[in-house]
């Protein structure tokens, strides 16, 4: 019988403002709930999309603040983060304080990855693309909304999948790994926990 894993999931953070970039009152009202919203949104990735990898662009704002939170949280829920640097200069002309919270979370991070030495037109735009096409979900905000995007796809992966002789009228295709299926030239048990998954739009993994 085939046994359905769930895939843990990995979320980017990319914010396409400065907003909240520098609050010089962290214990304010405003930041406190813009703090709490946060936490929220990367508890909700956590605990119903399976999240367990986080990246990070390291920019300040929402990329920064939402680094704290999850390693806060790493411990608890078994997570890794990764700071993602367009350029190892990031943080040079930044206020004092966001350049000590920049290199404490460095400190702390599982994972670093440098896009490139030297600033250069396009290192950020070359950063947003390398996490987003190894994520699952991307947290960002939407002026001072903090808003979860997903991929509009599902993927599964498959393990020791054995082909069989029988066609269906109604054939689906399924992608993973670059390479494509028909759902009919898998076994029957495979093909019903696909098409469940399909329903349910799961991330799963698959073994026989």
């Known amino acids: ?16 403002s400065s ?50 939170v999850i390693l806060e949280l790493r411990g608890k829920y078994g997570l890794t983060f990764r700071g993602v640097l367009p350029h190892e200069a990031q943080p040079c002309c930044w206020p004092i304080k966001s350049q000590e919270k920049y290199y404490n979370i460095m400190e702390k991070s599982d994972f670093e990855e440098l896009i490139q030495y030297r600033f250069s037109k396009g290192c950020y735009k070359k950063r947003n693309d390398y996490m987003k096409t190894r994520s699952n979900f991307m947290l960002t905000n939407e002026k001072q909304d903090i808003i979860i995007k997903g991929k509009d796809y599902l993927t599964i992966e498959f393990v020791e999948v054995e082909k069989t002789p029988e066609k269906k009228s109604d054939e689906i295709f399924v992608s993973f790994n670059s390479k494509m299926f028909l759902i009919s030239e898998l076994p029957e048990n495979v093909q019903k926990c696909i098409l469940k998954c399909l329903e349910e739009k799961e991330n799963v993994h698959i073994t026989i």
């Open 1 to 16: 019988m085939a046994k359905i894993t769930k895939i843990p999931q990995t979320c980017c953070i990319i914010s396409p």
């Open 19 to 68: 907003v909240w970039a520098d609050l010089k009152d962290e214990k304010s009202p405003d930041f406190l709930h813009f703090k709490a919203s946060i936490r929220k949104k990367i508890l909700t990735l956590i605990e119903k999309h399976e999240v367990r990898h986080f990246m990070s662009g390291m920019s300040r704002g929402l990329e920064l603040y939402a680094a704290e």
